[in-house]
Nanobody, 119 residues
Framework: QVQLVESGGGLVQPGGSLRLSCAAS????????MDWYRQAPGKRRELVAR???????NYADSVKGRFTISRDNAKNTVYLQMNSLKPEDTAVYYC?????????????WGQGTQVTVSL
């Protein structure tokens, strides 16, 4: 069984910073892409950042220059450093991993962590 567990969300003032973490555990053989998504109330879930198996990164236009995705393969963990946060960044943030486990290759999701940017 594979689990993704996020942490690091919370309440922050505009202009502040937060660092999200997502650790994958279980019967993992290999992890390919690891992503961060977010979903604001009444909106569709959107891809925020991707860290591919080749080491390349991609960002949504709305977060370029402010967010940084990184990955520690030894810990099966992906991070999202969020700087210069804006109220419109408020959302539930989810991590996702495309990985191969003893059950085959599948996409897995974490439970989500709330990020609220407000005075």
């Amino acid at each position: 069984q594979v689990q993704l567990v996020e942490s690091g969300g919370g309440l922050v003032q505009p202009g502040g910073s937060l660092r999200l973490s997502c650790a994958a555990s279980g019967s993992i053989i290999s992890i390919y892409a690891m992503d961060w998504y977010r979903q604001a109330p009444g909106k569709r879930r959107e891809l925020v950042a991707r860290f591919s198996s080749s080491g390349s990164t991609n960002y949504a236009d709305s977060v370029k220059g402010r967010f940084t995705i990184s990955r520690d393969n030894a810990k099966n963990t992906v991070y999202l450093q969020m700087n210069s946060l804006k109220p419109e960044d408020t959302a539930v943030y989810y991590c996702s991993a495309n990985l191969r486990s003893t059950m085959g290759r599948n996409d897995y999701w974490g439970q989500g962590t709330q990020v609220t940017v407000s005075l």
